[in-house]
Every structure is written in C-alpha cells, then in structure tokens.
T-cell receptor, first 110, second 111 residues
C-alpha cells in the first residue's frame, strides 16, 4: 500500500462544475496536509493547507480533512479551463517527511 | 520574494559520472528537501535535511548522497550516475511543518 494514494485520473469535468479530488494516507500520526497544483513543465505550487479535521475554504477551493478515515479531499467550485493541471496531495509525517501522492490530472472542458 | 534556486535547468551527463545538483534558498528555512519526479510516479523523496549538517533518508536514497554545510544550501550528489537516474529533480524548502517552496527543477539526462 502506498503511503499517500490518489486516483491518477484523468478527471474530466465541464466548465462551471465542481471538481472533487481525493486522497488517502496510511500513517495515522500524520500532522499536516497540503494540496499542490502543478502545470505541465512547471514546479508545484501550494493551493491549500489543512491541519485539523473539518473544512477549510479559500475562494473557489475547499479542503476537507477526516483524520479518523485518513482521508483528505479538495473541491474546486465553478471549475475553469485554467484549473486544468495535475493536483498533488502531500502529507507531512511526524519527523518532518513530506510525502506526495502520484497526483490526479484534472481537465476542465469549455 | 521567496526564492529557491536550482543551479541548472537542464543537465546531460554520462553513466559513471559524479553529478552535483545545487539548491540555494534565501528564506532562512530550516528544512530542505530533494525529490525526483517521474511520469506516473509523482514526487518521490530522496533526502531531506532539518538543520545544517543534518540529513534524513527519504524513500529512495539509494545511489544518492547529500550535503548541507550551510543553512541556505542543500546539494544532491549522484556518486556514479546511471541511466535510471534520468529524471526531473526538484529541490524545496520550508519552515517547520509549513508549506514547501519549490525550485524550478533540474531535468537530468544520463546517457
């Protein structure tokens, strides 16, 4: 079992729809959770961080964390073609290691 | 503005060569990381460092070593480059438990 797992996709949604990206992790001691966006040929950039159970909203983005289920998700409302990218889930374990999932490719169709 | 600088954007080396990838950050961050990124495999942690002269193995340290003599600089060393080390290498830094700032990456080709 991979330490951080994501569906590789591609996930295709129409413009204006909600895109839902999911991530599970195996280490119950994990402390911090991040979502990064990576455009082709570019470095990852942070979209959201979340540290406690529940929802965290920032503009069109909502991160959700459920530590009991070891599950973190990212919702993108009113998806735009410019949101088309690979989304990486990252989990920081105790001791500082930051482990990434393999990424989910999102395609938003006009 | 925050900056993580990797010395080369593209690098071509021969098998058996010793390769140095350099990374410098100007944010006084304690933590620095080296990842490699391959299609379908995501980012895999090679090594990280939480302080000067301190290092921890990541998930795939074999064939690599690192050096952190100064807080701002973290070097990745391929002792004897092999073709399976052809990859995109990404350096990153962070404060304790905070988000990572990435460099622009080094695409290494080993022929």
């Amino acid at each position: 079992q991979k330490e951080v797992e994501q569906n590789s996709g591609p996930l295709s949604v129409p413009e204006g729809a909600i895109a839902s990206l999911n991530c599970t992790y195996s280490d119950r001691g994990s402390q911090s959770f991040f979502w990064y966006r990576q455009y082709s040929g570019k470095s990852p950039e942070l979209i959201m961080s979340i540290y406690s159970n529940g929802d965290k909203e920032d503009g069109r983005f909502t991160a959700q964390l459920n530590k009991a289920s070891q599950y973190v998700s990212l919702l993108i409302r009113d998806s735009q073609p410019s949101d088309s990218a690979t989304y990486l889930c990252a989990v920081r374990r105790q001791g500082g290691k930051l482990i990434f999932g393999q990424g989910t490719e999102l395609s938003v169709k006009p | 503005d925050v900056k993580v600088t990797q010395s080369s954007r593209y690098l071509v080396k021969r098998t058996g060569e010793k390769v140095f990838l350099e990374c410098v950050q100007d944010m006084d961050h304690e933590n620095m990381f080296w990842y490699r990124q391959d299609p379908g495999l995501g980012l895999r942690l090679i090594y990280f460092s939480y302080d000067v002269k301190m290092k921890e193995k990541g998930d795939i340290p074999e064939g690599y070593s690192v050096s952190r003599e100064k807080k701002e600089r973290f070097s990745l060393i391929l002792e004897s480059a092999s073709t399976n080390q052809t990859s995109m290498y990404l350096c990153a830094s962070s404060l304790q438990n905070e988000k990572l700032f990435f460099g622009s990456g080094t695409q290494l080709s080993v022929l």
